[in-house]
Structure formats: C-alpha cells, structure tokens
C-alpha cells in the first residue's frame, strides 16, 4: 500500500479555481489508479476523477467534468487535480486514494488525512 500526501486547497470564490496535490511518500503510483473523492457535510463521500498511473487513462465524475483536469507527475510520483470554474457545490473535503488498477474502490484506498475547500458565492 502507498501511504498519501494531499496539499493544497483553501478558500475561493465562485467562479475561481485551485489545484490539488497527492504524494505518496513512500512507494510509488506504478500499477494504480489514484483518484479524487469529496465529501461536503452531511453527504456520501462522492467520486471527482481518476487517473491510470501506468495508462494515464482519466475519468472524471459528471458534475465536474469540464471543470476538471487530473495529470500525473511521473517524476515526483504526484497526481495533481485542477478544477476551474468552481462553485460553491464544490465545497467539501478532497480526499486522494490509490488502488491497485483494475480493484473496485474502498475504504481502506483513502489514507490521507484530505485537504478542504471551501467555495463562497
């Protein structure tokens, strides 16, 4: 298992945008898939996107897509989420997990501690 590193994040304004950040500091990325999940208060923790780290296959969710970008940075074993054109739905904690490709996600992928952000109108 990759242990996670989230940054970034913060408070914005509708209409802006901010770019997270996962690490892993020890291990590598090589053969999983890392993605984003959110959770606002009082509701599920929700997929945002995903990255192949061997394909660099993407998807993102449908309430974002457009207004997101997931990349990989092969050489500081980072996967970097930039979403634009934030709204204040968008507010919730973001959470980084990694899995092995081709699993299904849990719980146990999600071992950071998430970073929040806040959207205000």
């Known amino acids: 298992q990759v242990e996670l590193v989230e940054s970034g994040g913060g408070s914005v304004q509708a209409g802006g945008s901010v770019s997270l950040s996962c690490a892993t500091s020890?291990?590598?990325?090589?053969?999983?898939?890392v993605g984003w999940f959110r959770q606002a208060p009082g509701k599920d923790r929700e997929f945002v996107a995903q990255?192949?780290?061997?394909?660099?296959?993407?998807r993102a969710a449908d309430s974002v897509k457009g207004r997101v970008t997931i990349s990989r940075d092969s050489a500081n074993n980072t996967v970097t989420l930039r979403m634009v054109n934030l709204k204040p739905e968008d507010t919730a904690v973001y959470y980084c997990?990694?899995?092995?490709?081709?699993?299904?996600?849990?719980?146990?992928?999600?071992r950071g501690q998430g970073t929040q952000v806040t959207v205000s109108s």
């Open positions: 997990g990694a899995m092995r490709a081709g699993n299904r996600w849990s719980p146990s992928d999600f």
């Open positions: 020890v291990g590598t990325f090589r053969n999983y898939m």
């Open positions: 990255i192949g780290w061997n394909s660099g296959v993407t």
